[in-house]
C-alpha cells in the first residue's frame, strides 16, 4: 500500500473500502445510535452504561453536549440528513438554554438532567468546545444567535482566561472568574495552571470559528496558540508535555500518544485554517515530529497503546478515542509529509477498530480494548467523555482526504 501514487489512490480496492466502512459506520453505528439517546424531555441522555442502561437522571456535562452539537452538525455538511440538522439544532437549543451562565458568562461545568445549575466552575477546556460545537451549528444554521454565543464567549476567553503576563490561558476559574484552587480537568489530571489539552482544544476551537468569522482578533490568537503549541508545549523528544505552571515550567507527566498523533495532524490543520503560507512550513516539521513521536506507542496489531506514565510503566489499553486519532494522524502523515509508510499503518488501525472496537450490536464504539485482550467494559458507552466526537471526526476527515 505504501506505494500507491496519490493520483491513483481511489483505484485501491483497499482505499475503496476504507471510505465506504467508514462512512458505513458513520451513518449506522454512530449517528443511528446517538439519535436514540435524545430525551424526550429535552436534550440528549447524560450516560449509558456498556450494557446498554441508560441513566436518565445522571448530570450532563458540557464536553459531552458540545460534542454531541458539532457531531451532528459536521456530519449534516457532508451527509445532509435532515434527522442531522434537527438532533444539532435541538442540541444547541437545550446547551444555549442550560448550559450558558446567561448572568456571569460563559458555561458551566455540569448541569442536572434537568438542566439545573451543578458544577458552575468555569473550566476553558468547557469554554472551547462550546465554541467548537457552536460554531460548527453555524455552519449548518447560519441562526446569528449561533454565532452570537460562539463569539461571546471567545471575548470572554480572551477577557478572563488570557495570561497578559506569559501568554496562554488559565486552565480554569471559578463560577464568578475568581481564581480556583483545584483547577484539574478529571480525575486522570494533576492541577495545573496550563495544559497541553485545554490550548491544543482551544486552538482548534479558535480555527474553526475563524472559518465562519474571520475576526483580525481571532485571527491574532489563533496564531499565537499555534506559535506556543510549537514553543511551548512540544518536547525537545518530540512528544507533547502535558502540565505546565503560570510561567510554562513543565511539571511532571504522561507520554500521551492519542494527543501526540491527534496534536499533528490538528496543528498543521490550524495552520492551514490561517491561510498564512510561511506559517504552514513552520509548522510542518513541528507536526512531523508529533505524528512520528506518537508512532512510537503503536503495537504490532496496529493499534495504539495508551500512554506511557510517570513512574515508566506503560498502559497498553488500546481507548477508543486514540485508536481514532491513529487513523487520522497516519493519513495527514501519508498525505501532507510524504510519509508513504503511514498509509498502512492507518488502514492496519482501522482494522483494529473495525474488528475489536466496533460494538455492531448495541451502537458505537466500546470504550477500549484492555491489555489482556478483552473489551473493557466497566466504562460507560456514553458519557462525560464518551462522546460522539473522536470517532466522527475520523470518519469525516477520511471522506474528505479521499472523496474531496
Known amino acids: 500500500m505504501s506505494r500507491i501514487s ?128 457552536l460554531s460548527e451549528l453555524y455552519k449548518a444554521t447560519r441562526e446569528a444567535k449561533v454565532l452570537d454565543a460562539a463569539t461571546e464567549l471567545f471575548r470572554l476567553i480572551e477577557d478572563r482566561f488570557a495570561d497578559r503576563l506569559h501568554g496562554g490561558y488559565i486552565e480554569a476559574l471559578a463560577r464568578d472568574f475568581s481564581p480556583l484552587e483545584d483547577m484539574s480537568l478529571s480525575a486522570h489530571d494533576i492541577n495545573a495552571d496550563k495544559t497541553m489539552n485545554s490550548h491544543l482544544h482551544l486552538m ?33 523528544d518530540g512528544h507533547l508535555q502535558l502540565y505546565f505552571r503560570k510561567d510554562w515550567s513543565v511539571l511532571p507527566g504522561a507520554v500521551s500518544f492519542g494527543h501526540d498523533i491527534e496534536t499533528s495532524w490538528l496543528l498543521l490543520e490550524c495552520a492551514r485554517c490561517v491561510g498564512d503560507s510561511a506559517l504552514v512550513s513552520r509548522v510542518e516539521p513541528f507536526a512531523a515530529a508529533l505524528g512520528h513521536a506518537g508512532n512510537e506507542g503503536l503495537l504490532a496489531d496496529g493499534s495504539m497503546r495508551y500512554e506511557i506514565v510517570v513512574d515508566g510503566s506503560a498502559d497498553d489499553s488500546r481507548q477508543w478515542w486514540v485508536q481514532a486519532e491513529t487513523v487520522v494522524g497516519n493519513l495527514w502523515l501519508w498525505k501532507f509529509h510524504g510519509d508513504e509508510a503511514g498509509l498502512g499503518r492507518a488502514l492496519a488501525c482501522w482494522a483494529f477498530i473495525r474488528d475489536r472496537l466496533v460494538d455492531n450490536e448495541g451502537g458505537d464504539w466500546y470504550w477500549a480494548i484492555l491489555a489482556d485482550g478483552k473489551v473493557d467494559l466497566s466504562q460507560p458507552k456514553a458519557g462525560f467523555w464518551k462522546c460522539p466526537y473522536h470517532n466522527t471526526r475520523m470518519c469525516l476527515e477520511i471522506q474528505k482526504l479521499f472523496t474531496e
Not at 207 to 234: F, G, M, Q, S
Open 6 to 133: 496519490k493520483f491513483d489512490i481511489m483505484d485501491s480496492p483497499q482505499i475503496q473500502r476504507l471510505v465506504r466502512e467508514t462512512a458505513d459506520v458513520l451513518e449506522h453505528n454512530i449517528l443511528d445510535y446517538w439519535l436514540t439517546l435524545r430525551d424526550p424531555r429535552g436534550g440528549f441522555f447524560g450516560e449509558v452504561m456498556s450494557s446498554g442502561e441508560i441513566v436518565s437522571d445522571a448530570p450532563r456535562g458540557v464536553i459531552l453536549n458540545a460534542r454531541i452539537i458539532w457531531a451532528f452538525a459536521a456530519a449534516y455538511e457532508m451527509f445532509p440528513k435532515k434527522a442531522y440538522r434537527q438532533a444539532a439544532e435541538d442540541a444547541g437549543e437545550w446547551f444555549l438554554a442550560h448550559l450558558l451562565d446567561k448572568e456571569a458568562g460563559g458555561v458551566y461545568w455540569s448541569v442536572l438532567a434537568g438542566g439545573e445549575r451543578l458544577d458552575d466552575k468555569k473550566q476553558l477546556y468547557a469554554q472551547g468546545f462550546a465554541i467548537y460545537g
Open 204 to 236: 482548534e476551537a479558535y480555527a474553526n470559528l475563524y472559518k465562519v468569522w474571520p475576526d483580525p482578533r481571532l485571527k491574532e490568537a489563533l496564531v499565537k496558540l499555534i506559535e506556543l503549541t510549537c514553543t511551548h508545549i512540544i518536547g525537545a
